[in-house]
């Protein structure tokens, strides 16, 4: 028998790689997949669900990701 995994506090909003390119201009298709095979090591893992070959990412999630990646200036 399977652990029951809590539920997020807020709704989550999940989208397909070609959601998070539309929502996110200078990014390509094939930048996100590079960052999503990489995503265990860069730390992206938490926001990526797999459901058989589909790939569903959380886009709140992705977003404080991405914010996290910017270089002090």
Known sequence: M???IPLP?????L???TDVVNLH?????GA????LIRRHANGLAPYV??????VFIDL????????SQ???A
Not at 25 to 29: F, I, K, N, Q
Not at 32 to 35: G, H, N, P, Q, V
């Open 2 to 4: 399977s652990k029951a």
């Open 9 to 13: 506090d807020e709704p989550i909003k």
């Open 15 to 17: 989208g397909s790689v």
């Open 25 to 29: 201009c200078g990014l390509t298709e």
């Open 32 to 35: 996100l997949r590079a960052l």
């Open 49 to 54: 669900i797999k459901v058989g070959r589909r």
């Open 60 to 67: 709140n999630g992705f977003q404080r990701w991405l914010m």
């Open 70 to 72: 910017r270089e002090a």
